[in-house]
């Protein structure tokens, strides 16, 4: 059994900031990469941001400048600190982990249940 419980939504005005927390526990105990996604009404789920457990990041291009995706790999957990947010960030924002029960396990997604990040304009 895994958990991931994320915190931080709201809403905010266009040009404020958010920051998003995210932590795994459970019985998984080897993650590859942690991250977010979202989706807004009527859309498909894309990805915001990941971190591997080494600290390389991907950022979509929509975010990149904007978001600044982190970890503590000990905490098992990772942030997102959103800035200048526009109303097209809107949406559910959904936790990611790829990882495994042990290392010899075979790698598995899994999935928050998603906090809601709305921007008025």
């Known amino acids: 059994q895994v958990q991931l419980v994320e915190s931080g939504g709201g809403l905010v005005q266009a040009g404020g900031s958010l920051r998003l927390s995210c932590v795994a526990s459970?019985?998984?105990?080897?993650?590859?990469?942690m991250g977010w996604y979202r989706q807004a009404p009527g859309k498909q789920r894309d990805l915001v941001a990941t971190i591997t457990s080494h600290g390389s990041t991907n950022y979509a291009d929509s975010v990149e400048g904007r978001f600044t995706i982190s970890r503590d790999t000990a905490k098992r957990t990772v942030y997102l600190q959103m800035n200048s947010l526009k109303p097209e960030d809107t949406a559910v924002y959904y936790c990611?982990?790829?990882?495994?029960?042990?290392?010899?396990?075979?790698?598995?997604?899994?999935w928050g249940q998603g906090t809601q990040v709305t921007v008025s304009s």
């Open positions: 459970g019985s998984i105990s080897v993650i590859d990469s």
């Open positions: 990611y982990v790829r990882g495994a029960i042990a290392t010899w396990g075979l790698r598995r997604d899994y």
